[in-house]
């Protein structure tokens, strides 16, 4: 009997000090970093993460949390969603430095965003992709973001989720093409189509902001499938034909006066 009471007595013991789950904080800070892993490759890192440090390319946070992105280095950054966007504020629609800017998430999932001015290697070093997981408060989290005001889905001037955009991420030529469903919100919308390269890739500079090189506008669209084709301007038609490919920024915004502004960002790949 006394063994019995001393094997309970050690159990009770054993599991006071097990270490309770650690619950996703509720803000992450992310920091440009100029020496991630190797002088001269910048990566957004967690601050005070020391020298040389791997980057944050997963981030948790609780449901209704915070991300706060600062950029005190000397290579420009700006983040861009790649599928729903939370809310943010202070980020700047361009690559710039000395800026700082946050993120709220208030519905769990896996959000996604680049920062194609960052570094580059290859596929296991490329540091200008990241994502922040979104815990529910049951602790668990959806495998899709859900969708905001910032991205196609319902209720906004485009339809079909992740389907409404078609847009080869390879492309050959000196003109991207592609396609956006408009939905009846959409109804007389303005649709731009923005082409961004960065200026090392035109003029041989590093570290600087993204420069346009296309552009196109069209003021009012009807719902259905829309197909838009966006030539380079000379500057980026001279840069293909230099590099014989030339990686873009495509930036789609659809404003309509009955629903929310949409922008969806993506990364084409252009060849000879």
Known sequence: ??????????????VAVLPALAAAPAEVKLEVNENCVEANWPCWALPGSGAKPSPAGKVTIATGGEVKFTDNASTPATVSWTGSAPACSGIPASATTKWAGSCKFEQPGTYKFESPTLFNGGPSLNYTKYEVVVESTAGGTTTTAPTTPGEPGHGSPVEGGAGALKLAASQRGA??????????????????????????????????????VGRLVRSSVRPGTVSFSVPLSVRGKTALRAHRRLRLTVKIGVTAPQASATTVTRVVILHV
């Open 175 to 212: 003109t991207v093409r592609g396609s956006l469903k408009v939905s009846q919100a959409g109804s007389g919308g303005r649709l731009e189509v923005a082409l961004f390269a960065a200026r090392a890739s035109l003029a041989g500079y590093h570290h600087v902001a993204p420069v346009r």
């Open 1 to 14: 009997m006394l063994s019995l009471l001393a094997l309970a007595a050690l159990l009770g013991a054993a």
